[in-house]
Structures are given as C-alpha cells and as structure tokens.
C-alpha cells in the first residue's frame, strides 16, 4: 500500500470538498429560461462542471462538452449567470461525507493545506466561507489568482514556492483528470476522490496515485 508523506497539501474545491452542482445546476436552468431555452436538469450539469464558470456557460449553450457557443448568445449569457450564482453560490451546496473529519485530521497532524480551485475568487471566498472551512487554508488558489489554471501546472507550483516546499514533497487532493494532469505536470502526488466531476468518466482511468471514496480515509495512507 502507497504511503504519502507531504510537507504541502493542496486540495480542490468543486467534486471534492464540495458538491455544488445542486446551486450550479439551478442558475444554469434559470439561464436557459432567460435565454429562451430548455432546462437541462441536474443529472446533465453534473457532467459539465469542473473547468469554470465560462465553460460551463458554454456547455449549457451548446449542450454539448466541447461545444463552441455562439458568441452573441454567450456574451449575453455569461453576465446573467455571473449575477445568479452571485446569488446562489451555497445556497444547496454542502461539504461531502467524511471532508470536515478528513480536514480536521490534517490539522491535527500540522500539515499545511491549501486550496485550489479553477473557480474564481468571487464565488471561491463566500462559498468556502459559507460552509465553515475558508480559514482551514494558509493559501487559496482561485481561477483568476493567476496568469492560468489547472490543468496546467501553476497554481501547485505557486503554491510549493510560496510556502518553500519542493513538489516532490507535496500532494494534491483532487477529483478530476484535470487535477491529474496538473499534479502530473507540477511533480505533486495525487490522490482522487471516486465520487467528484469526471465528466462521467471513472477516475481511475487517469491513473492518479490512489483513489478513495472519503476524506476520512486519508489517515490511512499518509
């Protein structure tokens, strides 16, 4: 059984802390009733959350993962959704199964943890706020802290740098294959949760250093 001994702990927001697609979910149906579209439910938006608000505005444009959205109904779209999950950003979000005790034996054991989400800043602070765990971080990493976001590596490597750890001595805790590449890219272990956004995919195709169901398993491989 692998054993992790970091000095850094980065952990992402969306799929792993937190499952906000019930709040991310209702502000895209209320934009497509603004735009003069169908809802697309719950079940669909699932599949679409995990690289930022302005992919997820395009997805529920198009329908489609890698669709490209007409830049006139975008333009216009973009601001509506902004002030909805404005409003709504923890309204029906909640902390998973298993994360406030698997946070809170992370601080027992002194490491240093930080967040990062491709998320941005605005919606970030309130909504780590809202649930009670903004001030377990001695860092957080936003969307738009940086010049770019996950997958690339950046913001792990901001991070290993402003605390002074090498990457080899660190550790992401994520739930995509996005979270993958960038640990990948920046020299971090990386350990996913089996229950976050992978586009429906399973986790484990992508091959990351272990996969766990709950953070409160944690204890057991580091």
Request: glycine share 8%.
């Amino acid at each position: 059984m692998k054993k992790f001994n970091p000095k850094l702990i980065m952990i992402d927001v969306d799929g792993t802390l937190v499952d906000s697609v019930p709040d991310l979910a209702y502000c895209v149906d209320e934009l497509m009733m603004a735009m003069g579209k169908k809802k697309w439910g719950e079940a669909k938006v699932r599949n679409w959350v995990g690289n930022g608000v302005p992919k997820l505005v395009e997805r529920s444009l198009t329908g489609e993962l890698e669709g490209v959205a007409d830049k006139k109904d975008y333009d216009k779209a973009y601001p509506i959704f902004l002030d909805l999950y404005a409003q709504n950003t923890s309204e029906r979000s909640f902390l998973y199964d298993g994360v406030e005790v698997g946070v809170t034996y992370l601080k027992s054991q002194g490491y240093t943890l930080g967040c990062v989400t491709n998320k941005a800043e605005q919606f970030t602070h309130p909504l780590l706020k809202d649930l009670g765990i903004f001030d377990e971080f001695e860092i957080v990493i936003s969307g738009d802290t940086l010049a770019k976001k996950k997958p690339d590596p950046l913001p792990l490597l901001h991070a290993a740098k402003h605390f002074g750890i090498n990457p080899q001595d660190a550790l992401m805790i994520g739930d995509s294959i996005s979270d993958v590449k960038a640990s990948r890219a920046a020299g971090f272990d990386i350990i996913c949760m089996s229950y976050g956004y992978n586009h429906g995919d399973d986790i484990r195709d992508a091959n990351p250093d272990l996969v766990i169901d709950s953070m409160s398993e944690l204890k057991a491989y580091l």
